[in-house]
Structure formats: structure tokens, C-alpha cells
């Protein structure tokens, strides 16, 4: 299993290295924005909802149709995505950190951004008639 989307191919490497980008910044976002002394429940939300959009933005980058059929309009499970990108932040500060925690950390992040985009409830299906005439072989 690749870890991101540079390694999947084809698709637009550019788009898929952009989308890269901002949700390591919006992972980075998030977790800063938990602490400090103008930590607030306000600036936290705003950062998961900034952090679940560029999880979306890296999704669509990525070649296939991993939304196809997916409500983006409303949040799916983001918990392990906020945990792995606290994770992510913290992959890159302290005295084990290093270029391999930083890559692995990146993996576990774009992994996360997928399954959270697979967590996307999905479109309800049209509703069909189900008249007789509509029907194959029903002897008419």
C-alpha cells in the first residue's frame, strides 16, 4: 500500500503534491491550534473543519474516484484523522525527530485523509419505479 499520492501515479503530480502540502498545514494548524494561550473551542473547530476540507482537497487530487458517490456537504469520522495529525505536528518536533519520522508521520496522515474520505456518508440512490412495465422479463 503507498502511503501518499506521489507514489500511486498517474493522476496530476503538481495538484496531488499542492494537496499534500495544505493538509500537512492543516494538520500542523490543527494541533497548534489546541494549545496555547489563544486556544479557544471556536479556533479548534475552525482548524478540524479546515482540516477536514484539505483532507477532502487531497482526495480529489489523487487519481480514481475515491468521493465518487460521497456527501461532501456533511463530516464523516474525523477522530483518527485529528489524532494522526497531532500526531503528524508532533513527528516533527522533540529529540527523535528525524526525516524518517517526518515521512512515516506524512504516510499515516494521507492514509488517515483517505479513510476519512471513505467515512463520507454516501448519496442516496434515485428511487426507481417499480411499475410493471419498467420491468425486464416479466412476461408482458
Sequence with gaps: MQSYGRATGGGDAHAAGRGRQ????????????????????????????????MSIEFVVALPGDLLKNRRIDRPGDDEMLCVVAIAYASSRHGVDADVGMAREGLGLLCQAAIDYAESLPREEATKRSTGPHLQIGNGV
Design 22 to 53: 495544505r493538509l500537512k498545514i492543516a494538520a500542523t494548524g490543527y494541533a497548534a491550534s489546541r494549545h496555547g494561550i489563544d486556544a479557544t473551542v471556536e479556533s479548534a473547530q475552525a482548524a478540524r473543519k479546515f482540516l477536514r476540507q
